[in-house]
């Protein structure tokens, strides 16, 4: 009986047990593998709540199936949201593994019931919750803050992005309520730079109550220097003199630092930085504006390891700095959108395995580069190319054909490209599982039937604002292909429509 049932109904129903029945339950035949592995990735499932009175039945639904991931949206100081969180905490607190109130505005008092009761919290998102730092008491009370700290004493990540009010003060009881931090964002956070940043406080006592300084930053990071790994200061406007302070602290190994938007930065400081912090395997460089090519170069000799990288509109990066990212051998997705001076011809060169370079590179986004001319990358699986109006036909299916392991491909406001072109870049990509055809305004619905007959695949399509593509030729296109499970069509034929399975 239990063979005959949907992979659906059996996931659901194998959501409940252990994970050790689970492994048990996907012996029996194939269909019980499928909907334990369905069962498995469901626990890595973020689910987004609203808060209302509607969602009360839900929470108590995914309390029982032990749902540990969730976003609450809405959070605010009204009686519902009492009554929310006392339902979360009561269904899902015990199992509860990571927790976002992004943007939100809880009570303090709110905040600290709802942590005491998640004991096996690891993340913990309370970017722009400004709510809980304006009075400056946030954790003041010892016994208050000596419960927290039992409660958040395995939390690993931290997010504390876009809070204007956070001080010192309030970040350091935060931040001692979590010992076994790994992780941490105060991106877009106000940061005061002194002079004289090597003179750092010896101790919280120098700590201010009313701003967030880099000074008590370097201490928190000499304390934590031995565990601490991954830290994002996106748009805090970090001067050279303070990334080199920040790179030289005593014991801190960085894997993964985000430094978006921080103009002032140069290509010295950059290249000092790869001195002193050699393991980085994820760097974020993008709006730094003042980079050069000589920035890459540093990055290649110094980031033997690096696997993630972003370049993100660098006006001043050329082709000649894209011949250095050769010695990146485990470089597995590069970001180098709105780098217009790049062309991707020395960049092929220089990663393409065909020319003898490591093939991991997986990811690549060249957005809106004007100068894009060739791309070979034959193992590459995700590549956007949006926003490029001079990309014709004939670019398109050399890219097809230097880029045939495609799976996801963004190739939103390519005004210039037709049905025609389509249909023979198509046949070089029968793996595509998602595809951006948003606003590609030539296109019409026989490039749907082309996608259909292709590219068997494809889950997720988005052909908003395609005025040659119909809501009838839509319709066609789902039947045709039952395993898409999701078509943007917004404004499709004069329509606004999301189909979504």
């Not at 350091?172 to 940043?197: I, V």
Request: aromatic content about 4%.
């Amino acid at each position: 009986m239990a063979e005959s049932l949907p992979l659906e109904m059996l996931t659901y129903i194998l959501s409940f047990l252990p994970l050790s029945d689970q492994k048990e339950a996907s012996l029996v035949s194939r269909a019980w593998y499928c909907a334990a592995q369905n069962a498995l990735r469901e626990t890595n499932v973020q689910y987004n709540i609203p808060v209302s009175l509607s969602s009360l039945p839900a929470i108590k639904s995914l309390g029982l199936k032990g749902i540990s991931c969730i976003s609450l949206t809405n959070l605010n100081g009204s009686p519902t949201s009492y009554q929310v969180i006392q339902s979360i905490a009561y269904h899902l607190g015990p199992h509860l593994q990571s927790l976002c109130l992004g943007g939100g505005s809880p009570t303090e008092t709110s905040f600290v019931a709802l942590i005491l009761s998640c004991p096996a919290l690891r993340s913990l998102d309370l970017s722009g919750c400004n709510s809980l730092f304006v009075s400056g008491m946030l954790l003041a009370q010892p016994e208050t803050a000596q419960q927290v700290q039992q409660t958040l004493s395995g939390l690993r990540e931290l997010n504390l992005a876009g809070l204007r009010d956070l001080a010192d003060l309030s970040f350091n009881r935060l931040s001692s309520c979590a010992p076994s931090l790994e992780c941490l964002s105060l991106a877009y956070c106000h940061l005061t730079f002194e002079l004289g940043l090597a003179r750092v406080s010896t101790g919280p006592q120098d700590s201010s109550p009313s701003q967030l300084s880099f000074r008590n930053l370097l201490r928190f990071l000499k304390e934590r220097a031995g565990r601490l790994h991954t830290l994002d200061l996106s748009g805090t406007g970090l001067p050279p003199a303070a990334l080199q302070a920040l790179g030289q602290v005593p014991g801190l190994q960085l894997q993964e630092l985000s430094l978006h938007s921080c103009r002032d930065l140069t290509t010295e400081a950059v290249a000092t930085l790869c001195l002193q912090q050699p393991g980085l395997t994820s760097l974020d460089l993008s709006g730094c504006s003042e980079l050069s090519d000589r920035a890459l170069l540093a990055v290649s000799q110094g980031l033997r390891h690096l696997q993630h990288l972003s370049l993100r509109k660098l006006p001043w990066l050329t082709d000649a700095g894209c011949t250095a990212l050769g010695g990146l051998w485990e470089l597995q997705s590069l970001n180098m959108a709105e780098c217009c001076l790049v062309s991707g011809r020395e960049l092929a060169l220089a990663l393409g395995s065909m020319h003898g370079a490591s093939p991991s590179l997986a990811s690549l986004s060249l957005a809106y580069c004007s100068s894009l001319k060739v791309l070979q990358f034959p193992q590459l699986r995700r590549l956007s190319l949006s926003l490029l109006p001079a990309l014709t036909d004939k670019g398109l299916v050399a890219v097809a054909r230097g880029c045939p392991s495609l799976e996801r491909l963004a190739l939103s406001h390519c005004s210039l490209l037709s049905d025609e072109g389509w249909a023979q870049a198509a046949n070089f990509w029968p793996r595509l599982q998602h595809l951006n055809l948003s606003s590609c305004s030539r296109l019409t619905e026989q490039t749907l039937d082309t996608i259909g007959q292709v590219c068997k695949q494809i889950q997720m399509l988005d052909v908003a604002m395609c005025p040659g593509i119909s809501m009838t030729a839509v319709r066609r296109f789902q039947t045709q292909l039952p395993q898409v499970t999701c078509v943007q069509s917004r404004f499709v034929g004069g329509a606004d429509l999301t189909l979504t399975l």
